[in-house]
């Protein structure tokens, strides 16, 4: 059945200097291989597209490697099995999986996560219940430790992980401020996600306002951004507070700080300030939250978390679904729908 299958795949062409463009990638179709035992055969439905992939453009040491010319681009996704030569799955069933920018992947099945419609739409699963959810969850609770009554400012907060940041940080009873770019996205956030204050970084007096919008400074920063969004809230930090360093977003594109005084600056602001600031990567706290599936998946039903999707339709949008990403054309968590479940 396979071998009449061809495969369209978006693939990585060129390191971009500065932004990613039209042309880092190039688009090819390839026959699907055959089935072996243990592995399924996975039609992507909807596909993800995350910030960190521009990081993998770069050919240096990080914690996810290089992207190598010619290499598919990596991602999540929800798919419907076409053909399963493993027990645990059959034809038709819904699953998450690393199925990449393409319409189809071969997964072995240990690697498939069960997708159930019953608990919430499928789509959460590149949302609240995915990576992006986790991120949230397991970063904040594990890395930020927020206290009721405790102010937790989140960054890129109109932003997929963003939004979930400071809806779990409400659950806690935290007082719970976004900062974002435009006057648009922030009122957003505030009127239909229930976030205390939101700040436009973009504004002239951005660092006034945050001041007036954390009037007991803040305990907790969960930053997905760095540079000189980052540099300004650790002024605002109170003594002992916690920094979860989630992304870096702001400097993704090669950006450099000008200033070569800044990290004397943040360095004293670590003593004088008693600060603990942890990076974290989303994979390193599973172990840390067995609970996570059922506690957002209840906040879902319950309406206490809420999500949105910037959503695209078609295999040809999923590079402009991207780069409108990375320059913040989205307001929640950005995904391409490629095919619809038969
Ligand atoms: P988002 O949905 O938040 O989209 C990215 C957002 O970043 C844009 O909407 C834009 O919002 C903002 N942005 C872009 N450029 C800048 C800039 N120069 N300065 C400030 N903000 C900018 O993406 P995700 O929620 O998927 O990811 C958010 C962050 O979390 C990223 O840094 C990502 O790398 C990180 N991440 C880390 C993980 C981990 O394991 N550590 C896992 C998942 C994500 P705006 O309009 O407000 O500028």
Redesign the pocket.
């Given at each position: 059945m396979t071998s009449n299958l061809l495969n369209r795949q978006v693939a990585f062409a060129a390191r971009p200097d500065g932004e990613p463009t039209a042309e880092t990638f190039f688009i090819r179709e390839v026959p699907v291989t055959a089935l072996e035992s243990g592995q399924i055969l996975c039609r992507n439905l909807m596909v993800s597209v995350?910030?960190?992939l521009?990081?993998k453009m770069y050919d240096r040491e990080s914690y996810t490697p290089p992207l190598e010319f010619g290499e598919t681009i990596p991602g999540r996704s929800v798919a419907q099995v076409v053909e399963s030569a493993a027990p645990e799955f059959k034809a038709g069933d819904l699953v998450a999986i690393q199925g990449g920018w393409q319409e189809y992947e071969i997964v072995k099945a240990r690697h498939a996560e069960r997708v159930d419609p019953a608990l919430a739409n499928p789509v959460s699963w590149l949302g609240a219940l995915g990576?992006?959810g986790f991120?949230a969850y397991g970063?904040l609770l594990s890395v930020g430790q927020p206290k009721e009554g405790e102010t937790v400012v989140v960054?890129?907060?109109?932003?997929?992980?963003?939004?979930l940041v400071g809806q779990v940080a409400r659950q806690v009873g935290c007082r719970v401020v976004g900062?974002?770019?435009?006057s648009e996205?922030c009122a957003r956030v505030v009127s239909e996600f229930g976030f205390d204050a939101c700040v436009d970084?973009?504004a002239a007096d951005f660092e006034q306002q945050l001041t007036e919008a954390t009037p007991e400074g803040v305990d907790v920063y969960f930053d997905?951004?760095?540079?000189e969004?980052a540099a300004a809230v650790t002024r605002r930090l109170n003594t002992f507070a916690r920094v979860a360093?989630?992304?870096?977003?702001?400097?993704?594109?090669g950006?450099s700080d000008s200033d070569p005084k800044a990290m004397e600056e943040y360095l004293r602001w670590i003593l004088v300030r008693r600060l603990t600031i942890r990076?974290?990567?989303?994979?390193?706290l599973h172990k840390n939250h067995p609970e996570f599936t059922e506690v957002m998946s209840g906040w879902l039903r319950e309406g206490k978390v809420r999500e949105v999707f910037?959503r695209y339709d078609g295999f040809e949008q999923i590079v402009p679904a991207f780069l409108g990403?990375?320059?913040?054309?989205?307001?929640?968590?950005?995904i391409v729908r490629i095919a619809e479940p038969s």
């Open positions: 995350d910030p960190y521009r990081l990576m992006t991120t970063g960054s890129a907060a109109a932003g997929a992980v963003g939004l900062i974002a770019g435009g996205k970084y973009r997905n951004v760095g540079g969004i360093i989630c992304g870096l977003i702001s400097q993704y594109n950006q990076g974290f990567i989303v994979y390193d910037q990403m990375l320059s913040g054309k989205n307001f929640g968590k950005s």
